[in-house]
């Protein structure tokens, strides 16, 4: 099975133990001979040798028609072949008034003689001053592919922008995946211990048992605030303390269930958990301080004006952290804001997201804050945007302390060597990962168990990641019944 793409922005590069082939030519924009490789769609494409971001020049695409204008280039690839693209942009201007814009990198193939779209990677809201950006994924060429081509969206057409150093690869299998990872978790998770007699005594005959009373790599699950409490809970509450060292509270410390009415906020529900979890060694995750949304903050925020939002947003930060301080770890910041502009378009304020982490570090200094997003390891939508979101706080002086991945897998159908691409490429940002919300989907236990397996052992022995949360574990408090681990009221497997 043969494809052909034609290709127009920058797409995601794999990192893998052996160098993959550059199917792309001019990919890095150095010959400004165009034949046989690059052409421009609905657009002027010009040579450009400022602010270039590789080598020593790139291409400007101006005069644009609709959000898909830009540049492109045919390839040819496999049917049912996994691959990474990316490509670098910078956008030189905005339409009036707007603070951000949509960029995203399209697949647009024929299949069996139909055309089918895929979103490949996603940035909702990306900004001038962010400056050369990568947009890109991961695909998979589907079975009866022929032809194809991957182009760059830029949801304005008056939007120019410079066009830089692309590249597809493919995504190799890797028989050795949990041998590698095995190594690894030997090199990174384990350490020598070595124990002196003393008065020089013999060890001859001497035996040694060692019992592990807790671990730096953080395991746990989310759990229901009201079962923490609950004297007819008891079952439920022995598992979390005898299996997990971390909890998180799934929905009590949520803005919109916590003050559902203005000025009524229920802060015994979750306070009370927390508490029963401290009292037994329980490390706790905050989720969280504000979701970005649609639907997700309290509706008497309606009909605000800009400012009443800021005053109303920090008073909330100031009143739950005056009931948690020093209790908490972590604190989720503002949940799936790749997914969500409900404060950015409420406050009008485009970096009212950083602004977040500021106020709640400036009420507790020593809480890690966290992004949390999903569709980064599930699929590559928000993979490269996660990353570089990481990147921009980063580069703000931003305490932004882990980047928190939800992980909610539909299937126990998943390639590990694709779920390693999107980890390493979010780890490019060089901030630790958590995975903070984990589930696989699957009616059949034991193809679940062997999915969980091999996610769990990927995780444990990626250099970046320092824990792993399960999103529930017990049919009676999850959402999601195909993602049970344990049933009935003893909470067997």
Known sequence: MRLVITFSVFLGVLF??????????????????????????????????????????????????????????????????????????????????????????????????????ATVGQIHMQQEKFGWTEVGGDFLTPDGTTSAYLYVQVHNATVNYLHDFSSVQKISTNSNWKSEAHARINSL?????????????????????????????????????????????????????????????VNALKWRLMEWTKGHINFDRPVNAIKVLQAHGIKIRGHNMFWGVDGHSPAWLQGMTPAEYITEMKLHVQQVISHTRGTLE?????????????????????????????????????????????????NSQCTTATR????????????????????????????????????????????????????????DANKKAVALENLMTLFFSHPAVEGIMLWGFWDGAIHNAPAKLFEGPNLTV
């Open 388 to 443: 570089n979101q990481a990147i921009q706080l980063l580069n703000m002086s931003i305490p932004v302390s882990f980047v928190g991945i939800q992980g909610h897998f539909h299937s126990s159908d998943i390639n590990i060597d694709v779920v390693k691409y999107r980890l390493d490429k979010v780890a490019e940002a060089g901030l630790k990962i958590w995975i903070t919300e984990l589930t696989v989907s699957e009616n």
């Open 189 to 249: 998770r384990k350490a020598p211990i070595t124990v002196r007699l003393a008065n020089g005594a013999s060890a001859t005959g001497i035996s040694i048992e060692l019992k592990q009373q807790k671990h730096s790599f953080g395991f746990g699950a989310g759990v229901v605030a009201s079962m923490m409490t609950d004297t007819h809970q008891v079952a439920y509450q022995d598992f979390v303390y005898k299996h997990f060292e971390w909890a998180v509270i």
């Open 330 to 378: 972590h604190w989720d910041v503002n949940n799936e804001n790749q997914h969500g502009d409900y404060f950015e378009r409420h406050t009008g304020d485009p970096d009212i997201t950083a602004k977040m982490f500021q106020w709640i570090h400036s009420q507790e200094p020593g809480v890690k804050l966290f992004i949390n997003e999903y569709n980064v390891i599930t």
């Open 16 to 117: 893998p133990s052996k160098a993959e082939v550059e199917l792309l030519k001019n990919a890095d924009f150095e010959s400004s001979s165009f034949s046989g490789n690059w052409h421009c769609s609905d657009c002027r494409m010009t040579v450009h040798t400022e602010n270039k971001y590789h080598g020593s020049q790139c291409v400007m695409i101006s005069n644009r028609h609709h959000d898909w204008s830009g540049v492109r280039q045919s390839v040819v690839l496999e049917g049912g072949q996994w691959y990474v693209a990316k490509a670098y942009i910078r956008l030189l201007n905005m339409p009036p008034g707007v603070s951000y814009i949509t960029v995203e990198l399209m697949a647009h193939l024929t299949v069996n003689g139909h055309p089918k779209f």
